[in-house]
């Protein structure tokens, strides 16, 4: 079976095998396991940020985020299809008691001045509008880049009016291969931005949280309060290191396979692609009948995608599919969007 559901499937390397098990451990929670300690150093250089915080997940490292940033009553401004709104459980009104205000984007990208119409007045009626809220890449858009130069225009408008900025960069080094911009260009000006190394960089568990200090030190203590401090946590930051390090010269090949399978289905007449979403390793399919349908028959053919709504399928390409995945996907699709 081709796994194409999502670049969450990956497997832990030989190396991460053999690191976890030589790993270096510690108690994090009192900040002394050497490999959490090497794997936040490392982050925070590639980040370009002056302090990194090691979490078990991505809802977790985006949820500490929100909560460092805003205060009980506040507002947040993300776009009508974010993560954090479709797929965190609420939990920006569970945990923060926050409101998300959603923006309708174009292929993830909020407009300026939409934004700058949404953030709150002063007004004894209205929360406060407290945080800019972006996702990069977008997942429900198609894994799509935002540009820089808006994200950069997006960033200085809640300067200008005071608020803070999170991102959501689950797929960051996924945006950075393909824009050609470093880690740390994609972040300039983010307060905080929680990065998954278990999606596309391969590591089998983990994420990071990278930031400014101020901000950071509250997240460290969120962390403990959500049940974040994993104690010796070594053991899978030491395969997250490697994640890191190597994971993200593997990623043009995903986004060249992504790609080359979203303009075949494209041409087939039982679906359609938006092209122009397509830049990195996700892969959004718009069926002509029922998604659920053709995911199965495509695991009856050995490819295993996932059904995203009545007619929308998915494929996600990552370090454990190659070639062989593609052409097998290319050869089932002929015959199930015929």
């Known amino acids: 079976m ?38 936040e150093a490392q982050a925070a250089e590639l980040f370009g940020k002056p302090a990194a915080l090691f979490v078990p997940s991505g809802t977790m490292g985006n949820q500490l985020c929100l909560g460092a940033l805003t205060s009980p009553g506040d507002e947040i401004i993300a776009e009508a299809q974010a993560h954090i709104l479709l797929n965190e459980v609420g939990s920006a009104a569970r945990l923060w008691s926050c409101q998300i ?88 000006g983010v307060d905080l931005a929680s990065v998954c190394l278990s999606k596309g960089l391969g590591a089998p568990v983990g994420s990071v949280v990278v930031g400014e200090r101020e901000p950071m030190e509250r997240c460290r203590k969120l962390r403990k309060a959500l049940g974040g401090g994993m104690r010796q946590a070594g053991v899978i930051a030491a395969a997250a290191s490697i994640a890191l390090a190597e994971g993200p010269a593997l990623m043009a090949d995903d986004h060249r396979r992504a790609r080359t399978l979203a303009e075949a289905l494209d041409a087939l007449p039982g679906a359609s692609v938006d092209l122009e979403a397509v830049h990195t390793n996700i892969v959004f399919v718009d069926t002509r009948d029922s998604a659920s349908a053709a995911q199965q028959a495509f695991e009856r053919a050995g490819v295993a995608a996932i059904a995203l709504g009545e007619k929308r399928l998915r494929f996600v390409f990552h370090r454990d599919v190659g070639d062989d995945a593609l052409q097998a996907t290319l050869q089932a699709a002929t015959t199930i969007f015929a």
Do not use: C, K, W
């Open 2 to 39: 081709h796994d194409l559901r999502s670049d969450t499937v990956t497997q832990p390397t030989p190396a991460m095998r053999a690191a976890m098990a030589a790993a270096p451990v510690g108690d994090d929670v009192f900040g002394e396991d050497p490999s959490v300690n090497q794997l």
């Open 101 to 188: 205000r959603a923006l309708p984007g174009r292929r993830g990208l909020l407009d300026a001045e939409q934004v700058r119409a949404t953030i709150r007045a002063q007004d004894i009626h209205y929360p406060r509008t407290a945080l800019l809220s972006l996702e990069n890449t977008h997942n429900f858009a198609g894994g799509a880049v935002l540009p820089q130069a808006e994200v950069d225009a997006l960033i200085e408008l809640a300067r200008e009016h005071g608020l803070a900025v999170h991102m959501d960069g689950a797929r960051l080094l996924n945006a950075a291969v393909a824009s050609g911009l470093s880690p740390a260009r994609l972040l300039q």
